[in-house]
C-alpha cells in the first residue's frame, strides 16, 4: 500500500505565497477605492502638469522622488485602479526583497528568514496601504534599498564579481537614501549585515581591515546624505523639536523621551496586535463585509501555516542548522536595535508615532524590527519545542490571520470614505454647477478620515477648473476649525487669504468665499445667511463663516461638470432626497418657487425624507408661495417633530412668508402657527 505523499514547497513557491498573501491583505475591495489624502493633490498635479511637472512640485522637500514620479505617472497615468494595483505589486515586491537580504544574511537558517518577510507584508501597526500613489513609492524605493543590501552581500560572496556588484549596491543605496528618508534605519543593518558576511567568507588577513573596506564606501555616501538633508535641504516640513528641548531642559527632555520611546515601542510591538483582535462590528460594517474580513484572516491563515509546515528550502541538510536560543536571542536584539534607530527621526522631531490615521505612517520605518524582533521569539519557539512540527507554522498563521483581518477591515473605512468623497462632491455639482474662479469653500471638518481640506481642494480644482491657470490655483477648500491662524488670517471680511499647494499657490479674499455644512447622512448645504440664520447643526466657527459667504459666487446657469465627475468618481449616485434637495435650493437661489414646490412633489413621489429637519424649509417656503399653505404647515409641524431645535428657522422663513400672503384664510393658518411656534 503506497504511503500517502505529503506536499512540499521551496524557494521558488515563496512569492505566490507573498502574492496570496498580499492579494488577500490588500486586493479584495480594489475595484470600489479611488484616491485619497494626499494621492489627490499628485493626481491633479498629474492632471494639470503631466509628468514632468513633479521635479518641481517636489523640489522644496525632495528633491530626488520627483524624477520617480515622472516615471511611474508616466505609465500608469490617473486611474486610481491601476494605482492600487501597482501599489500592492510594490508592496509584494519589498517583501521579496527582504526575504532576498534575510536568506542570504542567514544561509543555515532560511525559515526565519521568510517569517519575517511574511509579516512584514502585512504588518498590522500601518493601514495607509490604499494611500497608493504615496506608498507604491515607498515601498518601490524601499525594495531598492533592500537590493543594495543583498547586492553588498553577493559582492562578498562572488569576489571576481565585487566591482559591478559594489556599484550596484552603492546606485541602489543612493537612489533610495536621496529620494526619501524613510529607509534611512536600514543603513544601521548594513553593517551587522557585512561583519556577518565576510566571517563566513574564505579569507585572509584581518577581517577589521576587510570590513572597514567594505563598509567606507557605503559609510561615506550615508555621511553625504545626511549633510545634505540637514546642512543643505534642512527642515522644511519638519523641525527638530526634541534638540530644541534638550536645549532648555534636559532632564525633563530626556525623561519624556525615554517615556515616548516605550510608548511606542509597546504600540508597535503589542498593542498593534491588540487592536487586531478586536473583529469588525455587523452593525457598522454589515454581514457581508464582517463575512469577508473573517473569510480572509481564516485563509490567509490556512494558507500561511500549511505552507509553512510543508517548507523545504532545499539545503543540503550538512547546511542548515536549528537555530538555537542564542541566535534567535540575537535576532530579537538586531530587532530592538532596528527599533530604535528607526524611531529616532519620529523622536527628534517629535512627531506622535500611533496605531491611527495619519500617524500610523510613523510606523512604517519601525516594521521591519518589530518583525524581526517577533521572528527572533518564534524561532526561540521552535528551540524550545523542537519536535512540535506545527507549533510555529500554527503560531504564525494566527498572526499573520489576524494581521490580514486587520488590513481588509480597514479596507472597508477606505471604501466608506471613497463613498462618502464621491456623495459630496456630486452634491456639491448638483448645488453649484459652476463656481467662479478665486472662491474659497469654508466647510466644518468633513466626516472623512482619509482626507483632509488640503487633500479635497484638488478634486475640487478637477471638478471646476478646466486647467491651471497662470495667476494661481483657482479654488480652495478650507476647514475653519483648522486653518485659523494658519492660512486664514481671520474670519472677516475682506481679508487675503493666500494658501501654497507645491507647484502653485492660490490666491484669494475672505469675502469671495462660500460656506459649505457637509454632516452625512444629511445633504450638503450652502448657507446664506438669510435662509440658514439659527440652523442648530452649524458649528460655531462656520456660523461666524456665513456672513462672510456670498451665493453669487455661485453660477446657477453654468455648465454641469458631468464628465468630470465620472471620470473621477465613476456612475451618479442615485437620486435620492439629496439629489433633489440640491436642485431645489439651486432653484431656491434662482427665486424659482414654482420648480422647487415641483422638484418637491417629485422628490416625495419616492417615498424618501430629509435626513435633516432643516432640509424641509425649501420647500416649505415653495408651497406657502405657490399657495399651498396647507402643506407647508404640515410640513413645518413635521421638521418640528423631527427636530425641536429646529423651530428659530422655521420662524424665520415664516417670518419672510407672512407679509406676503395675501388677507384671508392663508394668511390666519400662517399666522396661528407662528403663535403656536412661539416666535418672536
Not at 521551496?10 to 498573501?21: A, C, F, H
Not at 469577508?292 to 539545503?315: E, K, T
Not at 456630486?426 to 483632509?452: C, H, K, M
Not at 445633504?523 to 456665513?546: F, G
Request: net charge neutral; proline share 8%.
Amino acid at each position: 500500500m503506497r504511503r500517502l505523499r505529503l506536499p512540499a514547497f521551496g524557494d521558488r513557491s515563496v512569492p505566490i505565497l507573498l502574492i496570496v498573501l498580499g492579494v488577500l491583505a490588500y486586493g479584495l475591495l480594489l475595484p470600489s477605492l479611488g484616491f485619497f489624502w494626499d494621492d489627490w493633490p499628485n493626481a491633479w498635479f498629474l492632471h494639470v502638469l503631466g509628468p514632468g511637472g513633479f521635479p518641481s512640485a517636489f523640489a522644496s522637500d525632495r528633491p530626488v522622488i520627483g524624477y520617480f514620479y515622472l516615471l511611474t505617472t508616466s505609465w500608469l497615468g490617473e486611474n486610481p485602479l491601476a494605482w492600487q494595483v501597482f501599489a500592492i505589486a510594490c508592496r509584494v515586491v519589498s517583501a521579496m526583497a527582504l526575504w532576498w537580504v534575510l536568506r542570504m544574511a542567514w544561509p543555515r537558517h532560511p525559515k526565519p528568514a521568510l517569517w519575517v518577510a511574511m509579516l512584514f507584508l502585512v504588518y498590522p501597526s500601518f493601514k495607509q496601504q490604499h494611500i497608493a500613489i504615496i506608498y507604491s513609492h515607498f515601498f518601490l524605493l524601499l525594495a531598492i534599498h533592500l537590493a543594495s543590501l543583498a547586492l553588498m552581500l553577493l559582492a562578498v560572496a562572488h569576489p571576481r564579481r565585487r566591482i559591478p556588484l559594489t556599484i550596484a549596491a552603492l546606485l541602489t543605496q543612493a537612489l533610495s537614501l536621496f529620494a526619501h528618508e524613510y529607509s534611512i534605519s536600514l543603513e544601521v543593518l548594513r553593517p551587522i549585515l557585512l561583519w556577518a558576511a565576510l566571517a563566513r567568507a574564505p579569507h585572509s588577513g584581518s577581517q577589521g581591515l576587510r570590513f572597514a573596506r567594505w563598509w567606507t564606501p557605503c559609510l561615506g555616501l550615508t555621511v553625504l546624505y545626511l549633510y545634505w538633508r540637514v546642512a543643505i535641504l534642512g527642515f522644511p516640513t519638519y523641525q527638530p523639536g526634541l534638540l530644541a528641548a534638550l536645549a532648555i531642559d534636559p532632564g525633563n527632555a530626556l525623561a519624556a523621551l525615554f517615556s515616548t520611546i516605550a510608548q511606542d515601542l509597546a504600540e508597535v510591538l503589542a498593542l498593534t496586535w491588540r487592536d487586531a483582535l478586536i473583529p469588525p462590528d455587523p452593525a457598522v460594517f454589515g454581514p457581508r463585509a464582517t463575512l469577508l474580513v473573517a473569510a480572509a484572516g481564516l485563509g490567509a491563515l490556512i494558507a500561511s501555516a500549511g505552507f509553512l509546515r510543508f517548507y523545504h528550502p532545499g539545503l543540503r541538510i550538512e547546511a542548515s542548522a536549528p537555530a538555537g536560543p542564542r541566535w534567535s536571542v540575537r535576532v530579537v536584539a538586531l530587532g530592538l536595535v532596528m527599533l530604535i534607530a528607526a524611531g529616532s527621526t519620529a523622536w527628534i522631531t517629535k512627531l506622535p508615532i500611533g496605531l491611527t490615521f495619519p500617524w500610523d505612517r510613523l510606523t512604517l520605518p519601525l516594521m521591519l524590527g518589530a518583525c524581526l524582533v517577533i521572528g527572533g521569539l518564534l524561532s526561540l519557539l521552535l528551540s524550545l519545542l523542537p519536535r512540535s512540527t506545527w507549533a510555529v507554522p500554527a503560531a504564525l498563521g494566527l498572526l499573520l490571520g489576524l494581521a490580514v483581518a486587520s488590513q481588509v477591515q480597514a479596507g472597508f473605512t477606505y471604501r466608506r470614505d471613497w463613498e462618502l468623497q464621491r456623495d459630496f462632491f456630486w452634491q456639491l455639482a448638483w448645488r453649484a454647477p459652476a463656481l467662479r474662479p478665486g472662491t474659497v469653500l469654508f466647510t466644518n471638518d468633513i466626516p472623512l478620515t482619509y482626507e483632509s481640506d488640503n487633500s479635497l481642494t484638488a478634486p475640487l480644482n478637477w471638478i471646476y477648473a478646466d486647467d491651471l491657470p497662470q495667476a494661481g490655483m483657482s479654488y480652495l477648500l478650507y476647514y475653519v476649525s483648522l486653518r485659523q491662524g494658519l492660512g486664514l488670517p481671520a474670519l472677516e471680511p475682506d481679508l487675503p487669504i493666500e494658501q501654497w499647494y507645491r507647484p502653485t499657490t492660490f490666491s484669494g479674499n475672505t469675502s469671495q468665499s462660500l460656506a459649505v455644512l457637509s454632516k452625512p447622512p444629511g445633504c450638503l448645504q450652502i448657507l446664506d445667511e438669510v435662509y440658514h440664520d439659527s440652523m442648530p447643526t452649524i458649528p460655531p466657527d462656520l456660523s461666524r463663516a456665513v456672513t462672510l459667504a456670498n451665493l453669487d459666487w455661485i453660477e446657477p446657469q453654468g455648465l454641469f461638470p458631468e464628465a468630470k465627475l465620472l471620470d473621477l468618481f465613476g456612475p451618479e449616485p442615485a437620486h435620492d432626497w439629496c439629489y433633489f434637495f440640491e436642485r431645489a435650493d439651486l432653484a431656491r437661489q434662482r427665486g424659482d418657487w414654482v420648480e422647487v414646490a415641483a422638484i418637491g412633489a417629485e422628490a416625495l413621489r419616492t417615498g424618501d425624507e430629509p435626513n435633516d429637519a432643516s432640509e424641509w424649509l425649501p420647500f416649505i417656503e415653495a408651497s406657502a408661495r405657490t399657495g399651498d399653505v396647507g402643506r407647508a404647515v404640515e410640513w413645518s409641524n413635521g421638521s418640528l417633530l423631527q427636530n425641536p431645535a429646529v423651530r428659530p428657522m422655521l420662524c424665520r422663513t415664516w417670518g419672510r412668508i407672512l407679509p406676503d400672503l395675501a388677507a384671508g384664510p392663508d394668511q390666519e393658518r400662517a399666522g396661528a402657527l407662528v403663535i403656536e411656534l412661539g416666535c418672536d
